[in-house]
């Protein structure tokens, strides 16, 4: 009986020493190869010896690593080509810590997962080198084309007409945040190649918005063509007859605002040789009083006026101002604000 079980017994630890060391043998006879299911980037390895697997993952890094970095803003772009970023792939050493996928779990489940196709699903990326000077001269001439300090917005009158100069917002590249983008872009060629500029904002302290506010009633003297014309909106709405100043007393060019305005006005004389024995007087409002009916101060004694000398609309008759026919200057004043813009070109 004892022999018998002995037997037993024996065979049974020689059938599992031929187990163990089939294993074992099997165990060392498949580690020479990926584990099923590894890839490296997007490159299935799985199943490949070392070799097989250089070969391939470095075809695929030649054709996707070798590709120039481009940083775009609107119609703007800038480029950080591989040569410049001294781009180095180490695929070697990826490789390597494939083939070690293989050495995962004992001896039996390294079998067993080769027996049953099992996959270890393992995604390893590539060890990649760059200059980071090289990133870093790009962000700054990223930074420095882009860099635009606030505009505010204006008014002008140009060829015969009010146009608008629209406000720009100062721009300052996001520098870190492009910077890591460019870094990922390199190393991962599943990333697009292609990085927006993003920006930080500053807006204008005069906005566009604010501009059309503040020249909601516009006045333009063309003393060329004696005209008065009156703007709402920086569109033309009403178009005056005037007489500006004669030879020795010009109406004076440029850009002003209505300072005051009052009807019937009295008159301060001018302490100037034309005016005479009234020089440095006030004459009140009558009919010897030549500002008619209303007054709109602009600059150092010249403003608009009426007149009672209609004959000399269109014509160089002033000592300085802008005169108009009576009913038309009744009719302006209650138009124009004090604070409104005049051209006087």
């Known amino acids: 009986m004892r022999t018998r079980a002995f037997i037993i017994s024996a065979g049974t630890l020689v059938a599992l020493l031929l187990v163990v060391g089939g294993v074992m043998v099997a165990d060392a006879s498949g580690g020479d190869r990926i584990p099923s299911g590894v890839t490296i980037g997007t490159v299935d390895v799985g199943g490949m010896t070392r070799d097989e697997a250089i070969t391939t993952v470095r075809r695929h890094v030649d054709e996707h690593h070798a590709r120039t970095i481009r940083v775009v803003h609107s119609d703007k772009e800038w480029k950080l080509t591989p040569r410049q970023a001294k781009v180095e792939v180490d695929v070697e050493a990826t490789v390597d810590r494939a083939m070690d996928l293989a050495d995962d779990g004992n001896a039996f489940t390294r079998v067993f997962r080769r027996i049953t196709g099992g996959s270890v699903d393992k995604r390893l990326t590539t060890t990649t080198t760059f200059s980071k000077p090289a990133v870093s001269r790009l962000m700054d001439r990223v930074a420095a084309d882009l860099k635009r300090e606030p505009q505010n917005a204006s008014v002008t009158f140009e060829d015969g007409k009010l146009r608008v100069k629209k406000g720009l917002p100062g721009l300052r590249l996001k520098r870190g945040d492009v910077s890591v983008a460019v870094r990922k872009a390199i190393v991962d060629p599943s990333l697009s190649p292609q990085i927006s500029a993003h920006t930080h904002k500053k807006q204008p302290e005069v906005s566009t918005a ?46 002003y605002t209505i300072a005051n305005k009052a009807e019937n006005p009295a008159w301060h004389v001018p302490n100037s040789a034309w ?61 124009v604000p004090v604070g409104t813009p005049i051209w006087i070109l």
């Open 210 to 255: 604010d501009v059309r506010k503040r020249y909601g009633t516009v006045l333009v003297a063309n003393r060329a063509t004696f005209k008065l014309t009156l703007y709402k909106k920086l569109k033309p709405v009403k178009t005056y007859g005037i007489s500006v100043g004669k030879a020795g007393n010009d109406t004076p060019a440029g850009q």
């Open 275 to 335: 005016a005479g024995s009234l020089a440095g007087t006030v004459v009140p409002p009558g009919p010897s009083n030549p500002l008619k009916a209303r007054w709109m101060g602009i600059y150092d004694g010249v403003g608009i006026h009426g007149t009672a000398d209609d004959a000399s609309i269109g014509t160089n008759a002033s000592h300085g101002c802008l005169r108009m026919h009576v009913p038309d200057v009744i009719e302006l004043y209650d138009r």
